[in-house]
């Protein structure tokens, strides 16, 4: 499921018992990626529950918008900021995306996680995403592709059926995969 | 049987009765059209009456008087039966086990083009 | 064996699969090595998307775009070299016209073709038939 | 004003002008049959045709003696929802006939049929001297088993009666003079129509 770019804003339950303080008044508002708004308040109640004492019966979710971004077909370069729990620790690391939108940046950051590292969405903070200048970019992935000049042939290419009608079992001829052209 | 001049039907093919892993639907039967391989591709042949044509011992009156050993059990397709293009035949009696893998046809008829 | 055809901006491509395939479109911006940005000719039913290089099959027409550029730039220079005619000229382009040509046929039309079929093989029997003749009755 | 309002109302203005509304129910019980089966699709509207069947389409027979063949679709017959078809009888053998819409595949060729005068044709010129012919076929039929032993081969049928021949003819000539206009429509309506191997009718356009 594609990632989406929530805007959450909530708040600690005031508590009869404790003595009011002007802190309590805060609203507290973050950006979190998530594929839908039932896991977005999930990880937004665990980020508060890092800030303050609080969990989801002291705590209460006022707004949950979910970000449209602008221009999803232009490609950007993102850097990512992040903070895992690795087998042995936390870790803390900065990748950098290729997408068009920030929300897909986060997704393909997630996928690497899982790929790379095996981390989970839970074991997972997000802590930072912007968009990056081409010439600010570090990681040698991103630089190939910034190549304003960039040019590679697919070596390896299956033909695939055009539609689902059109796939058989069984095939009179082998693939070639290989095109050398 | 003499060749017919026109083949006016599709080929289909008995696969089983409509079941589960222990129960099974005598009264429905999957048939698999050929060329047919999505559930959209099912829509143009609901309702279309099926024909099951086989061979008896006995043989027996035709309505023209004449004697025959080629029997029919007559069908309808009465919607698609997942998504890769079987379709679910309800027959006029139900279809015998003998007849799984046998070839149906599958009239044109009723037409709605 | 050097490859001829290039995952770059500018190179004219056909989608693959689903809805759009068999469409032209152009490449305008590489994302990463299996994700490109395409656009197509004013008119096309191809929007600018993002899309797997596993849908994308290249042709070996390029045309020059500045990477990134609009959808009006695009526009503009597919119109300008006249990139639909020319793929059309290519044997790809007139085996895709045909298949569409021929799924697009109804009964009429198919009973005539089958005119001009047996008509074709009646000619060349005949031509067949003549020079076998002549062969023969050199020999 | 609520419907109640309204009609408490309406029954008070009914009591004032002296008039009481007195529902009227049958003493007893009084028996009417239900209309049958022909009556009532006598009452209902004439068969709807699906919209790709129009005066001159080129149909395809799909079911029964002349299956496969190409015919030209003349009239609906208002009476009993039938097409109204003809080969013409001269190209394919297939003579003015009646036959459902279920049974056919429309085609998107079309012959010009506005010269073709079929007004005189409705549903009682095919049944009228049916009954007449079932009952001779019928009488025959006894006869050959009376005179079980000696087979003599039936003598031929009376036929079609003259006048239906006439505009038979009638009609195949009118359907010809547009048919020849168009290159191998001829030949095409000649033909018999097959599906052959890769053939999926749902792919197909008609």
């Given at each position: 499921?594609?990632?989406?770019?929530?805007?959450?804003v909530?708040?600690?339950?005031?508590d009869?018992?404790r003595?009011h303080?002007?802190?309590?008044d805060?609203?507290?508002?973050?950006?979190i990626?998530?594929?839908?708004?039932?896991k977005a308040k999930?990880?937004?109640y665990y980020?508060?529950?890092?800030?303050?004492?609080?969990k989801r019966?002291t705590?209460?979710?006022?707004s949950v918008t979910?970000?449209q971004?602008?221009?999803t077909?232009r490609?950007?370069?993102?850097?990512?900021?992040?903070?895992?729990q690795?087998?042995?620790?936390?870790?803390n690391?900065?990748?950098e995306a290729r997408?068009?939108?920030?929300?897909?940046a986060?997704?393909?950051?997630?996928q690497?996680?899982?790929?790379?590292h095996?981390?989970?969405?839970?074991?997972?903070?997000i802590?930072?995403?912007?968009e990056?200048?081409?010439?600010?970019?570090?990681?040698p992935?991103?630089?190939?592709?910034i190549?304003?000049?960039?040019r590679?042939?697919?070596?390896?290419?299956?033909q695939?059926a055009s539609s689902?009608a059109?796939?058989?079992?069984?095939?009179a001829?082998?693939?070639?995969?290989?095109?050398?052209? | 049987?003499?060749k017919e001049p026109?083949?006016l039907?599709?080929?289909?093919?008995v696969?089983?009765?409509?079941?589960?892993?222990r129960r099974?639907h005598p009264?429905?039967?999957?048939?698999?059209?050929?060329?047919?391989?999505t559930?959209?591709?099912t829509?143009?042949?609901a309702g279309k009456?099926v024909?099951?044509?086989?061979?008896?011992k006995?043989?027996k009156?035709?309505?023209?008087?004449?004697l025959?050993?080629h029997r029919c059990i007559?069908?309808?397709?009465?919607?698609?039966?997942?998504?890769?293009g079987?379709?679910?035949?309800?027959?006029?009696?139900?279809i015998?086990?003998?007849?799984?893998g046998?070839?149906v046809r599958?009239m044109?008829y009723?037409?709605?083009? | 064996m050097?490859?001829?055809?290039?995952v770059?901006?500018?190179?004219?491509c056909?989608?693959?699969?689903?809805?759009l395939s068999?469409?032209l479109?152009?490449?305008v911006?590489v994302m990463?090595?299996?994700?490109v940005?395409i656009?197509a000719a004013?008119?096309?039913?191809?929007q600018?998307?993002?899309?797997?290089l596993?849908?994308?099959?290249l042709?070996?027409?390029?045309?020059?775009l500045?990477?990134?550029c609009?959808?009006?730039?695009?526009?503009?220079?597919?119109?300008?070299?006249?990139v639909?005619?020319?793929f059309?000229?290519?044997?790809w382009?007139r085996?895709?016209?045909?298949?569409?040509?021929?799924?697009?046929?109804?009964?009429?039309d198919?009973f005539?073709v089958?005119?001009a079929?047996?008509?074709r093989?009646?000619?060349?029997g005949?031509?067949?038939?003549a020079?076998?003749?002549e062969?023969?009755g050199?020999? | 004003m609520?419907?109640?309002d309204?009609?408490n109302a309406?029954?008070?203005?009914?009591?004032?002008?002296g008039?009481?509304r007195?529902?009227?129910y049958?003493?007893?019980?009084v028996?009417r049959?239900?209309?049958?089966?022909?009556?009532?699709r006598?009452?209902?509207?004439?068969?709807r045709?699906?919209?790709?069947?129009?005066?001159?389409?080129?149909?395809?027979?799909?079911?029964?003696?002349f299956?496969?063949?190409?015919?030209v679709f003349?009239?609906?017959?208002?009476?009993?929802g039938?097409l109204?078809?003809?080969?013409?009888?001269?190209?394919?053998?297939v003579?003015?006939r009646?036959?459902n819409?279920?049974?056919?595949?429309?085609?998107?060729t079309r012959?010009?049929?506005?010269?073709?005068?079929?007004?005189a044709?409705?549903?009682?010129?095919?049944?009228?001297g049916a009954?007449?012919?079932?009952?001779?076929?019928?009488?025959q039929?006894?006869?050959?088993q009376a005179?079980a032993g000696?087979?003599?081969?039936d003598k031929?049928s009376?036929?079609?009666p003259p006048?239906?021949?006439a505009l038979?003819?009638?009609?195949?000539?009118a359907l010809?003079v547009?048919?020849k206009?168009?290159?191998?429509?001829?030949e095409?309506l000649?033909?018999?129509?097959?599906?052959?191997?890769?053939?999926?009718?749902?792919?197909m356009?008609f």
């Amino acid at each position: 499921m594609p990632f989406k770019q929530y805007v959450i804003v909530g708040r600690r339950l005031p508590d009869p018992k404790r003595p009011h303080k002007a802190a309590d008044d805060a609203l507290y508002k973050m950006i979190i990626y998530a594929p839908d708004p039932i896991k977005a308040k999930s990880k937004y109640y665990y980020f508060l529950s890092q800030l303050l004492k609080t969990k989801r019966s002291t705590a209460e979710v006022v707004s949950v918008t979910e970000v449209q971004e602008r221009n999803t077909t232009r490609v950007k370069n993102y850097t990512v900021w992040l903070r895992y729990q690795s087998r042995t620790g936390q870790v803390n690391m900065l990748k950098e995306a290729r997408a068009t939108s920030v929300a897909a940046a986060v997704e393909s950051i997630y996928q690497d996680m899982a790929g790379r590292h095996r981390a989970r969405y839970e074991s997972i903070q997000i802590l930072r995403v912007q968009e990056t200048p081409s010439n600010q970019c570090k990681r040698p992935a991103t630089l190939q592709m910034i190549d304003p000049h960039i040019r590679f042939p697919l070596p390896h290419k299956l033909q695939r059926a055009s539609s689902r009608a059109l796939r058989t079992t069984f095939k009179a001829k082998l693939p070639v995969t290989t095109i050398t052209k | 049987m003499a060749k017919e001049p026109v083949r006016l039907y599709c080929k289909g093919l008995v696969l089983g009765y409509r079941r589960s892993q222990r129960r099974q639907h005598p009264q429905q039967a999957r048939v698999q059209i050929e060329g047919v391989k999505t559930r959209q591709d099912t829509v143009f042949y609901a309702g279309k009456r099926v024909a099951y044509v086989y061979k008896a011992k006995t043989e027996k009156h035709t309505r023209k008087g004449t004697l025959t050993r080629h029997r029919c059990i007559w069908g309808k397709i009465i919607g698609a039966h997942g998504n890769t293009g079987v379709v679910r035949v309800k027959f006029a009696r139900n279809i015998p086990p003998s007849a799984f893998g046998k070839r149906v046809r599958v009239m044109l008829y009723p037409s709605n083009i | 064996m050097a490859f001829k055809r290039f995952v770059e901006v500018g190179r004219i491509c056909l989608i693959s699969y689903g809805r759009l395939s068999n469409q032209l479109c152009v490449i305008v911006d590489v994302m990463d090595q299996n994700h490109v940005i395409i656009d197509a000719a004013d008119g096309s039913p191809v929007q600018r998307q993002v899309i797997n290089l596993k849908r994308l099959n290249l042709t070996d027409l390029v045309v020059k775009l500045p990477r990134g550029c609009k959808s009006k730039t695009v526009h503009k220079v597919m119109a300008q070299e006249d990139v639909e005619a020319k793929f059309a000229a290519t044997a790809w382009g007139r085996k895709i016209a045909r298949q569409r040509l021929r799924a697009g046929l109804n009964d009429f039309d198919r009973f005539k073709v089958m005119v001009a079929r047996k008509r074709r093989s009646y000619l060349i029997g005949q031509e067949l038939g003549a020079l076998r003749k002549e062969r023969s009755g050199g020999a | 004003m609520t419907c109640r309002d309204t009609r408490n109302a309406k029954k008070q203005a009914a009591s004032r002008a002296g008039v009481r509304r007195r529902p009227e129910y049958p003493t007893e019980y009084v028996r009417r049959p239900l209309p049958t089966g022909a009556k009532r699709r006598a009452q209902r509207q004439v068969t709807r045709l699906r919209p790709s069947l129009v005066p001159g389409t080129v149909v395809i027979l799909l079911a029964g003696r002349f299956r496969g063949c190409r015919v030209v679709f003349l009239k609906q017959l208002p009476k009993s929802g039938l097409l109204l078809v003809s080969g013409p009888l001269v190209l394919n053998g297939v003579p003015l006939r009646r036959v459902n819409q279920a049974y056919v595949i429309a085609t998107s060729t079309r012959v010009d049929v506005s010269e073709v005068d079929v007004t005189a044709i409705d549903d009682a010129w095919f049944t009228a001297g049916a009954a007449k012919q079932r009952a001779a076929r019928r009488l025959q039929q006894k006869k050959r088993q009376a005179e079980a032993g000696e087979m003599d081969v039936d003598k031929p049928s009376e036929g079609r009666p003259p006048e239906k021949i006439a505009l038979q003819k009638q009609v195949d000539n009118a359907l010809l003079v547009s048919i020849k206009k168009e290159t191998l429509l001829k030949e095409y309506l000649q033909s018999r129509f097959s599906l052959t191997k890769g053939q999926y009718p749902h792919q197909m356009k008609f």
